[in-house]
């Protein structure tokens, strides 16, 4: 079904609907915000529902063949089945509510697999206009330029990015507060920036060395992201070091140096 089409041409049609996005994004994020409760703290804006139809629709124009996984459909509707066919998997606005307290770190994440494999990703951040891209086998980019992961191989002199995640009952916040109290004392220091997909391209560009996440909100979160990372060097996969499962809302993601590591981190941190 995308035989008919290039990479390049899946890529061109992705970045035109980031950065349309980006614009409703970047208008927004001076404005007062109409903000919704999914949860106790996961927030959900008009600007992320704004953005996602007018990704769709463009993905829909132009592909009309192809599935679509989005956060905000997903969330009304149930999460939808991950098929061999191409399909475009959209978080509209990763990092609400960064948005929301106007944190900067906010971003359009696009991403395409095919065969379940991602394939195409494009991650955009349209306040300080950093727009990442990546096509599996063809290289990643940030605003053109090639970008790669870091070199880093020790630990104790790693960047680590991890989040608290929305869920608030004692049992979870307890498990991932003890997994980050038997981390910080074995690298250098810790991130959390409020975006997964944001973290993956800071693997990706060599910002951050490792990162990992449980429990986020669905495989938006990492669609686009995982391209660039290994298309940049670097390796995504569970947490625990088995194979990366985009469906699973797990992932780490380290250079190509620093994964076994951190998989030993982490499973003497359980």
Request: proline fraction near 3%.
């Amino acid at each position: 079904m995308a035989e008919n089409y290039s990479l390049d041409d899946f890529l061109a049609v992705a970045v035109e609907a980031a950065k349309s996005a980006g614009e409703i994004i970047r208008k927004g994020f001076h404005e007062k915000k109409l903000i919704e409760h999914k949860g106790q703290v996961d927030l959900v804006t008009e600007t992320d529902k704004a953005c996602e139809d007018l990704i769709f629709n463009h993905l829909k124009q132009h592909y009309p063949e192809h599935k679509f996984i989005g956060e905000e459909t997903s969330a009304a509707f149930g999460t939808a089945e991950l098929t061999d066919q191409p399909t475009w998997i959209v978080d509209p606005l990763d990092g609400t509510t960064n948005f929301v307290h106007g944190f900067p770190f906010v971003c359009v994440s696009i991403g395409l697999t095919i065969g379940k494999v991602p394939t195409v990703g494009v991650v955009y951040n349209p306040i300080i206009n950093e727009l990442f891209t990546g096509i599996r086998g063809q290289g990643a980019f940030l605003n053109g330029k090639c970008i790669k992961a870091s070199s880093q191989t020790e630990l104790v002199k790693s960047l680590l990015a991890t989040e608290v995640g929305t869920t608030r009952d004692k049992s979870t916040v307890d498990t991932t507060t003890n997994r980050i109290n038997s981390l910080i004392f074995k690298v250098r220091s810790l991130r959390m920036s409020g975006s997964c997909a944001l973290n993956l391209c800071g693997i990706a560009c060599g910002r951050l060395d490792l990162c990992y996440e449980f429990g986020f909100g669905g495989p938006w979160d990492v669609a686009g992201g995982a391209v660039i990372v290994q298309e940049a060097g670097g390796l995504v996969f569970d947490p625990l070091g088995g194979d990366f499962d985009i469906m699973s809302r797990r992932v780490a993601a380290t250079n190509a140096y620093l994964k076994d590591l951190l998989v030993n981190a982490l499973k003497e941190a359980e």
